[in-house]
Structures are given as C-alpha cells and as structure tokens.
Nanobody
Framework: QVQLVETGGGLVQPGGSLTLSCTTS????????MDWYRQAPGKQREWVAF???????YYTDSAKGRFTISRDKVENTVYLQMNSLKPEDTAVYYC?????????WGQGTQVTVSS
C-alpha cells in the first residue's frame, strides 16, 4: 500500500518560517513530479509548487521568492521551505505524487500563521 506522510505543519507568527516534508513509499524511479497544494477554509484547493524528476521547479505567483520546493531522491522526500509567512498562507497543505497515469495524495498538514 502506497503511503505519503506529511509533517512539519504548525502555528507560526507572521514573518516566520516553516518547512514541510512529505515522504512517500512510491518508488523514486516511478515518480514524474511531486507537488504541494493547499486549501484554506472555505476555499478550493490550490496548487503551490512542484518539482519534476529532473529537479525543475515551478511556483504559483504567491509562493515565488518566499517558498522553496526541493527533493531528496534517496529518502524519497519532498520539502517545502516557507519563509516570510503571511496570515493568508494559513491552510491545510497537501503533498501530491505524480506517476504516469495516476497520482497519490497525502492526508494534509495544517499551517496556521497568526500572531
């Protein structure tokens, strides 16, 4: 059974930083890309960033310059380093692993930015 385990969420003050991690049991040789999404209360889930198998990275405009996605292929883990956090970054953050033809999602981790 495929597993995706997300960790690293929590409560942080505006301007602070958090690093999210997502470790998967999917074979790294099968992974096409890994994404981070988020869903704020009352809003639709939105894409935040993704990293491809050749380590190309892409970000939504609100994440550019503040968030960094990276991947440890040996540990089969994708990270999202989040700096300069704002209250509007408050959401449940989800990891998505893409293979050819299908995908897997994590259970989500809560990030709350508040003073």
């Amino acid at each position: 059974q495929v597993q995706l385990v997300e960790t690293g969420g929590g409560l942080v003050q505006p301007g602070g930083s958090l690093t999210l991690s997502c470790t998967t049991s999917v074979s790294r040789f099968s992974i096409v890309a890994m994404d981070w999404y988020r869903q704020a209360p009352g809003k639709q889930r939105e894409w935040v960033a993704f990293i491809t198998s050749d380590n190309s990275t892409y970000y939504t405009d609100s994440a550019k310059g503040r968030f960094t996605i990276s991947r440890d292929k040996v540990e089969n883990t994708v990270y999202l380093q989040m700096n300069s956090l704002k209250p509007e970054d408050t959401a449940v953050y989800y990891c998505r692993v893409r293979l050819v033809g299908f995908e897997y999602w994590g259970q989500g981790t809560q990030v709350t930015v508040s003073s």
